[in-house]
């Protein structure tokens, strides 16, 4: 089995920690990349290969969250990806370092895989991106407020002036969608979650839509508005224009490893 390593790269310590990793998973028998970033960072560029061109059978992505959704918003097609976690949170980055040995000396005889829904977004005549946390649509200028319409199935279902909304998956539930006032949502739930940031009328609440709808977001303003993915840069979308989301082709691929959901959000956030 090759594993593919990415890694954040601005703390020392967490590229010292990747070293040792794939150091373990050589000695267990798997073939061993970094991730193009990762291995220059590390002085390794001869072990590097790009998370786009790689044939790899699984990646593990050592950090926080951010570092498992920079690797599932760099991979061409949707590997098996396990996170380890080095950041401050880990929804994401399910593995602890001491369940590392044991996880991984036993991954190549049973692997069991997770899918998780990515959202897809885009207007009548172009693709925007995909995401697999959320997608947060804001004006370009901070401090201003946009219009909002939402469409479901070809009906207008409410309307109202925010900050921003957030348009999260299952997945993304636990991210910036909760910080907004959102619900946690079962994973294993097919659909979208939209969170209104700041809206002017305190009845504006969050809507959890079943990804068979046809859901779309009107915006009606003379501002201009701007589209973040999975908190990595930004796609503008200008003014006064419908934008169509819609369940992702490929969903991301996770490896299982066999923590309860619902203890596990229990955990993590008793220790915020």
Not at 60 to 76: F, P, S, Y
Not at 141 to 153: E, H, S
Not at 165 to 188: C, Q, R
Not at 215 to 228: N, P, T
């Amino acid at each position: 089995m090759k594993a593919l390593l990415i890694s954040r790269i601005d703390v020392p310590d967490v590229l010292n920690y990747a070293a040792e990793v794939g150091d373990l998973l050589l000695s267990y028998g798997y073939h061993v990349a970094f991730e193009g970033s990762t291995a220059i960072a590390m002085g390794r560029e001869e072990e590097g290969e790009w998370l786009d061109e790689t044939d790899a059978d699984i990646v593990v992505a050592i950090g926080g969250d951010g570092t498992v959704l920079l690797a599932v918003q760099k991979m061409k097609r949707q590997i098996p990806v396990i996170g380890i976690n080095k950041g401050h949170v880990g929804f994401l980055a399910e593995l602890e370092s001491g369940e590392v040995p044991a996880f991984f000396r036993n991954l190549q005889r049973r692997m069991r895989l997770e899918l998780r829904m990515r959202i897809s977004l885009g207007t009548d005549s172009e693709h925007l991106g995909e995401a697999l946390n959320e997608a947060v649509i804001v004006t370009a200028r901070p401090a201003k407020m946009l219009k909002f319409t939402i469409v479901i199935d070809g009906v207008e279902v409410e309307e109202f002036r925010a900050d921003g909304l957030i348009v999260a998956t299952p997945t993304g539930s636990t991210a910036y969608a909760m910080s907004g006032g959102g619900p946690i949502v079962d994973p294993k739930f097919d659909g979208f979650l939209l969170v209104p940031l700041a809206p002017y009328m305190l009845s504006s609440r969050p809507h959890l839509i079943d990804s068979s709808r046809d859901l779309k977001i009107r915006l009606e303003s003379a501002k201009a508005a701007q589209l973040v993915l999975d908190g990595r840069g930004s796609v503008p979308v200008g003014t006064n224009v419908e934008l169509t989301i819609r369940r992702a082709e490929n969903p991301a691929v996770f490896i299982d490893a066999g923590k309860n959901f619902f203890l596990k959000v229990r955990e993590k956030l008793h220790s915020l």
